[in-house]
């Protein structure tokens, strides 16, 4: 069926004809691809259009679509059944595989999303340290949960939602937001409240309002404010965990967090998601201690069964290999950009990549926002016609997997060239 004929349906029975937000295409315009399958870097709409894919559904896929591997993987565990309920093997051998690659982590809860796993991590700060007020970070995204869901990025920044209906204010006002990379505001807002504050939860490389590093020394202030005031810090490596080195941003900042969360990249692009940390504060946890958490699906077999295929495969990955493709990549299109004069700037860690439509240096929620969204729109319409396809959002970031080739480089520069000639 068209991809105009099913967005149509889907609107009838599902609220804007999404499951999610952002695949709707309300910033860019037009109708959005339904994706009929997919393998390698490439995926392939119901109309059987081909697109070398950038999106990677939104981070996990690094070793590429149905790898063989992967898929042999989820086949085997599905012939044993899909779900029990109870406890097996196999989330045992996961969570030794997290331990051993996140040196902060000597106990790991499954979930079953990132969502899940920055909602748990919320709730058990607060329940170790006896304590309610929380700071996050404007712009960065920590899934839909309640106290959460403020001054958020991803497809909140994208559809321009400060926060959300459905959120007590009273909730609401125990969530302090500050700008990322303020170092000063932080340190304020420690020196104000925390005596009662419970945690700083942050992305340690922001991916939810596009790609935003965080300056030298941002991350270690919110170290030092933690330990000084008694809180728990919390990475929330949902995108960056595996996805820059096998474990996390902090192995390659040499930082320790109290508590990590992760998410679907540990089940090979199926739900899933983990908490990870300190025994002292795992053991907070049901059934050792007081803080509740439960999920018939936690610790999925089929889902941890992909993830471990994937771990595993990833191990012997050369992420240096990955991260020299996703720098030919954006600095081709850099000098596209340069040449024909456009204002712009690329953030990119690793794999993990932003094109902004900017003359300003992107180091905050704000600085993103001033980017020409209109503009993002034309050159996202102008790609997708050529084959590629990018997130439907400025505040997105892009993705490599190691299933990309030189080819795809050169084709995807190919169509930047032309894109370009209709902005």
Not at 103 to 122: K, L
Not at 306 to 313: K, P, S
Not at 320 to 338: K, V, Y
Request: glycine share 12%.
């Amino acid at each position: 069926m068209e991809t105009r004929n099913l967005f149509a349906e889907a609107q009838k029975i599902i609220p804007g004809g999404v499951n999610s937000p952002v695949r709707a295409f309300r910033a860019v315009g037009g109708t959005p691809r339904f994706i009929r399958e997919a393998a390698g870097s490439k995926i392939i709409d119901t109309e059987g259009r081909e697109y070398i894919d950038y999106v990677a559904s939104w981070g996990p896929m690094i070793l590429g679509h149905s790898h063989p591997d992967v898929v042999a993987a989820i086949r085997e565990a599905a012939g044993r059944g899909t779900s029990y309920g109870a406890p097996t093997e196999i989330e045992i051998e996961m969570a030794r595989r997290i331990v051993d690659a996140f040196p902060s982590v000597e106990m790991v809860r499954m979930v079953s999303s990132g969502t899940e796993a920055a909602m748990t991590a919320i709730r058990l700060a607060r329940g170790f340290t006896g304590r309610d007020r929380i700071i996050k970070f404007a712009g960065c995204y920590h899934g839909h949960a309640d106290s959460l869901l403020v001054k958020a990025g991803s497809g909140v920044a994208t559809l321009g939602i400060p926060g959300s209906p459905g959120i007590p204010p009273q909730l609401a006002e125990l969530t302090i937001t500050l700008p990322f990379n303020d170092s000063d505001a932080v340190q304020n807002a420690v020196a104000r409240y925390g005596d009662e504050l419970a945690c700083i939860i942050v992305e340690p490389i922001a991916g939810n309002m596009g790609v935003v590093p965080p300056r030298p020394g941002f991350l270690e202030t919110l170290r030092a404010a933690t330990h000084q005031s008694g809180s728990l810090l919390i990475f929330d490596e949902v995108i960056t965990g595996f996805r820059l080195a096998y474990g996390g941003w902090q192995n390659l900042a040499g930082l320790i967090p109290d508590l990590t969360c992760l998410g679907k990249i540990i089940g090979g692009g199926l739900p899933v998601g983990a908490l990870g940390g300190r025994r002292e504060i795992m053991e907070t946890l049901a059934p050792t201690g007081p803080v509740y958490q439960a999920g018939t699906l936690s610790g999925n077999p089929i889902a941890l069964s992909a993830g471990i295929a994937t771990l595993d495969i990833l191990r012997g990955k050369p992420y240096p290999a990955l991260d020299a493709m996703a720098s030919r990549l954006c600095s081709g299109m850099a000098d596209l950009f340069r040449k024909k004069g456009l204002p712009f700037q690329i953030n990119r860690i690793g794999s993990m990549f932003t094109l902004f439509f900017t003359a300003e240096e992107v180091v905050d929620f704000t600085t993103a926002s001033r980017s020409d969204t209109e503009r993002f729109a034309r050159f996202f319409q102008g790609m997708l016609e050529a084959g590629i396809y990018l997130a439907p959002a400025q505040f997105e970031a892009g993705f490599l997997s190691f299933a990309h080739t030189g080819e795809d480089i050169a084709r995807t520069l190919a169509a930047c060239e032309k894109a370009l000639k209709t902005l």
